[in-house]
């Protein structure tokens, strides 16, 4: 296995662009000599919100034309050029949902599919929310979905959820103990919080 900083990209062709993505096919060569080529996916990356109102998560659920069937997940969308991540958050979550986020928490960040794509996702969690719509994509038929903690854990390790995002957010949300009241958040969110406009304290699809 070569290290990254092992490999030289010597050549990149373009293979195609599209309206999210590009394709591309980059020559790299070896500290050895040998010549690779690898096929590379270019995406501006996503947001994903474990939003939660009175205690419940919402998912909605949507057909997914590449998977082929329709799937429950956490609210997510992609990065518009240039976009900073907790705006996307707050924007994507009045898209899909109709909140708006008075808080939001940054979790973690995680590639979605690293053995070809560059797609980057930024993981968040949203509280203090208020209804709020903004028009989403003209093709999005979504419905809202509301569960709780223990049922949606328990949907996970029955195999409910078939999105990888969506296992990640929940099982990271539950794993730094959110769900259990505020008390056992061991003050995660300190530093972490973003203010988004109207909001008193924290903060601010793919």
């Not at 070569?2 to 309206?19: C, F, K, M, V």
């Not at 995002?165 to 973003?194: C, D, E, I």
């Amino acid at each position: 296995m070569w290290e990254a900083s092992r490999l030289e990209r010597i050549h990149t062709e373009e293979l195609y662009r599209g309206r999210v993505v590009t394709l591309r096919k980059d020559t790299l060569r070896t500290a050895d000599g040998k010549e690779l080529q690898r096929e590379v996916v270019v995406h501006p990356g996503a947001v994903v919100l474990v939003a939660v109102d009175h205690g419940e998560l919402l998912f909605v659920r949507q057909y997914r034309h590449a998977a082929g069937e329709e799937l429950l997940e956490l609210v997510a969308g992609t990065l518009e050029s240039g976009e900073d991540p907790a705006e996307a958050a707050a924007r994507e979550l009045q898209e899909e949902a109709g909140y708006k986020p008075g808080r939001l928490t940054k979790l973690g960040e995680f590639y979605s599919a690293p053995g070809f794509c560059t797609e980057k996702l930024h993981l968040f969690l949203a509280e203090e929310l208020t209804p709020s719509r903004l028009e989403g994509d003209e093709d999005e038929e979504i419905a809202v979905v509301r569960l709780s903690l223990p049922k949606a854990l328990k949907m996970a390790k029955e195999g409910g959820f078939r999105d990888a995002k969506t296992l990640a957010g929940v099982l990271l949300y539950a794993w730094h103990g959110h769900g259990q009241g505020h008390g056992s958040r061991q003050g995660y969110g300190q530093g972490h919080g973003h203010q988004h406009p109207g909001a008193h304290e924290g903060g601010h699809g793919r």
